[in-house]
């Protein structure tokens, strides 16, 4: 049965309500037509329980807006949801994803994450090409996908909204990945899940990274909301060779936005219940209203925090991983960067949820309580044990 307003309706019941399943809810294509976003196309998807959220489909399917009940979730930055074909992948010396990034999810890779690196290109057998050098967080995240299909499908009375499309990573003499990403989410639910499949269609060993960077804006993100995770050791921080609590602001509380505030990240060791599953939230009390993110541990055992408290700019990221923040240089010498023969694939499947009220809130607080006790101090000391990942191969 579908839960809508309170009431638990078949099809049938549904059918006889209306005209369209529209009329509740359903995904509508879209091209927007102003500024910086001018051309892109838009997925947007209506549950019918007030959640609401946009799937860029030319910028890697990603996404964009998402609110529930008239409550922002997602992020916005002041960069705006640009096309990519304004895009610069190599400028400003590899920053240039920063005159782009926006939105709830960011897709980070599909061979490279984390700062700028120039690694050996060997693998790719071209002379003139020695290094492959990569810019923030990878080229995945602008570019547009092919869509391959979406709508509503029944399943009896439960009703599945879903889109699909292909999102293709590839150069000659250079890497040829494909990132297969289908987007699901039950009429009534408050739930997002994807499903993703990243494959080596070439001919080289190719590398592949991976991180999903989830942005929690405002209200979510406020004063005093808290960060809810089975943190089992805080292993690194960013800001920890500097002045630890220059800023004074810890893991576990945020504070209001901030002037001249520098970003601060967070490496988490994270525990995982007994079917795998890592749930972290960012939940505002006051508001009753939280965001959770579950991850599954063998597909993405590493879990980075990101602060970004500056005015105008202020979100916090929630971002399950493939590799340790260190990077690319890190997992190659350490035997932990994965590399993809053809036809290779790597498989990762993500769970977006609005906690709505306090109810929801303290189930999940107690479900990730069980799994393991988060330090209550909002400054532990990082411990900066990387521990040994699974072997790439």
Request: aromatic share 8%; glycine share 10%; net charge negative.
């Amino acid at each position: 049965m579908t839960s809508l307003y309170g009431r638990a309706l078949s099809r049938h019941d549904l059918a006889r309500r209306a005209g369209a399943l529209a009329q509740f809810a359903g995904v509508r294509l879209m091209t927007l037509g102003d500024g910086v976003e001018r051309g892109i196309r838009m997925l947007e998807f209506r549950t019918g329980s007030g959640l609401r959220f946009t799937v860029m489909v030319d910028r890697g399917m990603d996404l964009a807006e998402c609110e529930h009940k008239g409550r922002a979730i997602g992020w916005h930055s002041p960069a705006g949801f640009r096309n990519p074909a304004l895009h610069e992948p190599e400028g400003e010396g590899g920053l240039g994803f920063l005159r782009s990034f926006s939105g709830l999810l960011a897709t980070c890779g599909l061979d490279h994450v984390g700062f700028m690196a120039e690694e050996p290109a060997d693998q790719y057998n071209y002379g003139p090409r020695k290094t492959v050098r990569h810019s923030i967080h990878g080229r995945i995240s602008m570019v547009p996908a092919r869509l391959t299909g979406y709508g509503e499908r029944w399943e009896g009375d439960r009703c599945i909204l879903w889109a699909e499309g292909i999102v293709q990573q590839a150069a000659l003499f250079g890497e040829n990945l494909h990132l297969l990403r289908r987007i699901e989410a039950d009429v009534g639910g408050d739930t997002i899940r994807l499903h993703d499949r990243v494959v080596n269609q070439g001919f080289y060993p190719t590398p592949h990274m991976l991180c999903y960077h989830v942005n929690v804006g405002y209200p979510v993100l406020s004063e005093g909301s808290r960060y809810l995770a089975p943190v089992a050791d805080v292993v690194w921080a960013s800001h920890a060779d500097e002045a630890y609590r220059r800023q004074d602001v810890g893991y576990r509380t945020m504070p209001a936005p901030q002037d001249r505030f520098h970003e601060q990240v967070w490496q988490h060791e994270m525990a995982a219940d007994a079917e795998g599953r890592v749930p972290v939230a960012l939940v505002n009390d006051a508001l009753g209203l939280g965001f959770m993110v579950e991850s599954l541990a063998h597909q993405l055992p590493c879990y980075y925090q990101w602060q970004n408290f500056q005015a105008g700019a202020y979100a916090m990221g929630i971002e399950p991983a493939t590799n340790h923040i260190l990077g690319h240089a890190y997992a190659r010498q350490h035997g932990e960067l994965i590399t993809l023969a053809h036809g290779e694939e790597r498989r990762y499947d993500l769970v977006l949820r609005v906690l709505d009220g306090a109810a929801a809130i303290a189930a999940e607080e107690a479900r990730i309580r069980m799994i393991a006790r988060q330090p209550d101090d909002d400054f532990p000391a990082p411990s900066n044990r990387h521990r040994a990942l699974p072997a790439a191969d």
